[in-house]
């Protein structure tokens, strides 16, 4: 069984070769499938099963939760709900195009949630790091990776709050009270990373955030395992641009 920190459900852990894998490789796989996946032509249909497919693999390989996939593809509704106004634009053209763009974005958020489902946040980071990305961008990363339970629960205290108080926020003229506590919130986030950057300052940060997470070695398999999944990609997006 994993540990909850800040509130989080324990579940038990789930490893295989996919979780063990470094995760400086599967990012980088993960870079090349979707860009691979981004210049699939329009009007080549095939590359997208070939796609599909191996996405399916690694999902079965890492043992990743059908339904938790499919969860994470509530977050591009709002993205397809603008797609579907293609048709109306651009005609009967808009159909094709609506449908290529609601395809490579659904495999990319597919394969974005089998690497998330096998690699740990904290983990990305420190791939990310290996990977040569600015430590800016990743000490972001990992202070968002630690803080955004705190932020959640707070969220859901000042929820409990407002509720204690009588408010319930499922008419639109109550709106107002769901904008002060969205402020208060704010407020909160604000106080708190001064106090949390302040903290860090006197324990000597330097600007680096420090190694979380295990440490996966690079070996011959993990960039095997890379291959496997990217190279399939690549080459079905070549083939259908000649």
């Given at each position: 069984?994993?540990?909850?920190?800040?509130?989080?459900?324990?579940?038990?852990?789930?490893?295989?070769?996919?979780?063990?894998?470094?995760?400086?490789?599967?990012?980088?796989?993960?870079?090349?499938?979707?860009?691979?996946?981004?210049?699939?032509?329009?009007?080549?249909?095939?590359?997208?099963?070939?796609?599909?497919?191996?996405?399916?693999?690694?999902?079965?390989?890492?043992?990743?939760?059908?339904?938790?996939?499919?969860?994470?593809?509530?977050v591009e509704i709002?993205?397809?709900?603008?797609?579907?106004?293609?048709?109306?634009?651009?005609?009967?053209?808009?159909?094709?195009?609506?449908?290529?763009?609601?395809?490579?974005?659904?495999?990319?958020?597919?394969?974005?949630?089998v690497l998330s489902?096998?690699?740990?946040?904290?983990?990305?980071?420190?791939?990310?790091?290996?990977?040569?990305?600015?430590?800016?961008?990743?000490?972001?990363?990992?202070?968002?990776?630690?803080?955004?339970?705190?932020?959640?629960?707070?969220?859901?205290?000042?929820?409990?709050?407002?509720?204690?108080?009588?408010?319930?926020?499922?008419?639109?003229?109550?709106?107002?009270?769901?904008?002060?506590?969205?402020?208060?919130?704010?407020?909160?986030?604000?106080?708190?990373?001064?106090?949390?950057?302040?903290?860090?300052?006197?324990?000597?940060?330097?600007?680096?955030?420090?190694?979380?997470?295990?440490?996966?070695?690079?070996?011959?398999?993990?960039?095997?395992?890379?291959?496997?999944?990217?190279?399939?990609?690549?080459?079905?997006?070549?083939?259908?641009?000649?």
């Open positions: 069984m994993s540990g909850a920190a800040h509130g989080e459900q324990v579940v038990a852990e789930v490893r295989t070769a996919l979780h063990d894998a470094a995760p400086e490789v599967k990012v980088l796989a993960l870079i090349v499938f979707a860009l691979s996946v981004a210049f699939v032509p329009r009007g080549a249909w095939w590359p997208f099963a070939v796609d599909l497919a191996v996405v399916a693999v690694f999902a079965a390989w890492g043992r990743v939760p059908v339904r938790g996939l499919l969860v994470r593809l509530v709002p993205f397809l709900l603008f797609v579907v106004l293609l048709p109306v634009v651009a005609g009967a053209e808009g159909w094709a195009l609506a449908g290529a763009i609601a395809a490579k974005a659904t495999l990319v958020v597919l394969a974005t949630g489902a096998t690699t740990p946040a904290a983990e990305i980071v420190a791939g990310l790091e290996r990977l040569r990305v600015p430590a800016t961008f990743t000490a972001i990363g990992a202070l968002a990776v630690r803080y955004l339970q705190v932020v959640l629960d707070e969220l859901r205290r000042v929820n409990t709050a407002r509720i204690a108080r009588g408010d319930d926020a499922r008419w639109f003229w109550q709106a107002r009270a769901v904008a002060q506590s969205t402020g208060t919130l704010a407020v909160r986030c604000l106080d708190r990373g001064e106090r949390v950057h302040g903290a860090m300052l006197a324990r000597g940060w330097d600007g680096r955030m420090p190694r979380v997470g295990s440490e996966a070695v690079l070996r011959a398999n993990a960039i095997a395992f890379a291959a496997l999944g990217a190279l399939p990609v690549l080459v079905a997006t070549i083939g259908a641009r000649w």
